[in-house]
């Protein structure tokens, strides 16, 4: 019984370089030339195809021979999947040229010249009055922002430190503490209230990246707005949580 090897159209290899440091995994036709894989191998390494030299190599790092013939089919050669094909330069470039980006000339501008150009994103947000350019809006924004602030401080002014409170968050059951802190702080912007919840419902120990506005057990504390606190007759309730 006579056997046929089938040879897949494509072959799946490495890319290696004599000038880059790293390897590149590509799909090539068998059907090529050695002339028009060099020509594809440009992009990929960054020598030009006259200078290029190609040796294979098997999956096992084991040489096999020079990709020398133009003319030849780079299915002639023993190209199998996982093999490695390392392009040797002879243009006189150095190894890791072409990766140094730094050594790459930038185009810089001003931004007196740049605000004079057309066409670019700054231009168009300007003509449409778009985000920090839109005075109006930005005014506006402003001027929100101080009122809430005026609001959370006249609410703020009405909770004393040492109060029992009742926290009621949207989408949660109310939850009832003691006022440990009143005021602004540094993670937020806005006036807040430092609870000590009767449980571990909360989510600190009264401190906040780093920096400490009250004193309790961790899972104790919480930072709430004072919109939702009101100050009462709350005592302690018990809410099942040593129960087994």
């Known amino acids: 019984m006579e056997v046929t090897r089938m040879t897949a159209p494509t072959v799946t290899v490495f890319i290696s370089s004599s000038l880059n440091s790293f390897r590149s995994e590509k799909r090539y036709s068998r059907s090529l030339t050695i002339a028009e894989f060099k020509c594809k191998l440009e992009l990929v390494v ?74 670019t994103v700054r231009s168009f947000l300007k003509r449409s009055k778009l985000g920090r350019y839109n005075e109006e809006e930005r005014a506006q924004q402003e001027a929100e922002a101080a009122q809430r602030l005026i609001e959370e401080k006249a609410l703020a002014s009405t909770i004393s430190v040492g109060s029992r409170c009742e926290v009621r968050m949207p989408g949660q059951s109310p939850r009832r503490g003691t006022v440990m802190y009143v005021g602004l702080t540094d993670f937020k912007p806005g006036y807040w209230i430092g609870v000590r919840y009767d449980e571990p419902l909360g989510k600190n120990d009264g401190s906040v990246n780093g920096k400490r506005y009250f004193e309790c057990q961790a899972k104790y504390g919480a930072f709430v707005k004072p919109s939702v606190v009101t100050v009462g007759d709350f005592p302690e309730e018990d809410y099942g949580l040593d129960e087994m």
């Open 46 to 119: 960054g020598s030009p195809a006259s200078c290029m030299q190609l040796e294979l190599y098997g999956a096992d790092d084991k040489f096999y021979c020079k990709l020398d013939q133009e003319d030849a089919l780079l299915g002639s050669y023993p190209v199998d999947d996982g093999c490695r094909i390392h392009v040797i330069d002879h243009s006189g470039a150095r190894l890791g040229e072409y990766e140094d980006v730094s050594k790459v000339e930038k185009y810089e501008i001003s931004q007196e010249a740049y605000d004079q150009k057309q066409g």
